[in-house]
């Protein structure tokens, strides 16, 4: 009942309202389907903000950030304001991101003050620190055909299969240097790995679980791959930010906030709020016409087991 009701909502509506957020149904992808974005509602904290944190993120990393369609996060960033007095404002430069990081790292930038959904990295001229604990742990999982059981009892099996990752699949270096020993090709796009997937030309994709999620539910194919039980690889991001905010006090009550049951919670619950979304507004999408097999319908509610563990 409750997912019925939200499909009517965002059909009908084309806006709904999550909690302390707006959640508005925009644009069209290249699928043709409309994409949700994430809209911050929260009240003027006036003069109470206690810590202003202005991050620069990557415009094209959804559902963690994204210029067009905003951060899963929103609503989380709302209420460290609304309960804790901390201002999380999310920065984008699309055209020079790269330069924008360079700035930061070298305390260059006035505006930017830290760096959001990054993964570690010795900088050795920046002193700029990252918040501990991880605010997400970005879980790499293996997919597969439905039909193609993979022996797999260790990570080091996947050399013995032919593998693929995704060019725009954001990863970090150690797991990019992971792939390259493993002889993981890389593709432009999830829409060529799916088709690669499901014609038999490669064994598996490794890939980001919730991005690749929300592009298999889009290309209506999410029936026909399964999901490694566990990840092969946990990529936690992280918060980086200017050493004189390390000094203040919200800091510490920051670092509280990520290590909280609650917190975790509230995230978890957000992300799945997502992937509901895709999976009502996604039903009766016909797959490509590469797709041969027969679907499975449990798929659609919990990822599906390979073989082995990891």
């Not at 901390?86 to 790269?98: A, D, G, K, L, M």
């Not at 992280?238 to 609650?262: A, C, G, T, W, Y």
């Amino acid at each position: 009942m409750r997912r019925s009701i939200l499909s009517i909502l965002i059909t009908l509506c084309g806006v709904i309202t999550s909690r302390a957020e707006t959640i508005q149904m925009i644009g069209h992808d290249e699928y043709g389907y409309n994409l949700p974005k994430y809209i911050s509602t929260a009240p003027k904290a006036g003069g109470r903000i206690k810590l202003r944190l202005k991050a620069l993120a990557d415009d094209k990393n959804f559902p963690i950030s994204s210029l067009e369609q905003g951060s899963v996060f929103s609503k989380i960033f709302d209420e460290m304001l609304i309960k804790n007095s901390i201002q999380f404002s999310i920065i984008y430069r699309p055209e020079t991101y790269q330069k924008a990081v360079r700035d930061f790292e070298r305390n260059e930038s006035r505006e930017i003050n830290a760096h959001f959904g990054v993964y570690y990295k010795d900088a050795p001229y920046s002193k700029n620190q990252y918040i501990y604990p991880a605010f997400f742990t970005n879980d790499v999982h293996i997919i597969t055909s439905l039909h193609n059981k993979l022996e797999l009892a260790t990570k080091n099996d996947l050399k013995k299969y032919k593998g693929i990752h995704v060019q725009t699949d954001k990863i970090s270096d150690f797991v990019a240097k992971d792939f390259t020993s493993f002889n993981i090709k890389e593709v432009e796009s999830f829409s060529k790995a799916f088709e690669l997937l499901l014609t038999g030309e490669i064994d598996y994709i490794a890939a980001s679980y919730y991005p690749s999620l929300i592009e298999l539910y889009k290309t209506g194919i999410r029936d026909y791959v399964a999901y490694s039980q566990e990840p092969v690889w946990k990529i936690p991001m992280f918060i980086r930010v200017h050493p004189q905010l390390m000094k203040s006090p919200k800091i510490k009550e920051l670092e509280n906030i990520l290590k909280s049951d609650e917190y975790k919670k509230q995230r978890d619950e957000l992300l799945t709020e997502l992937i509901e979304i895709y999976q009502e507004n996604t039903r009766g999408i016909v797959p490509p016409k590469y797709v041969k097999e027969t679907p499975d319908n449990t798929a659609e509610s919990e990822p599906l087991k390979v073989k082995d563990n990891f």
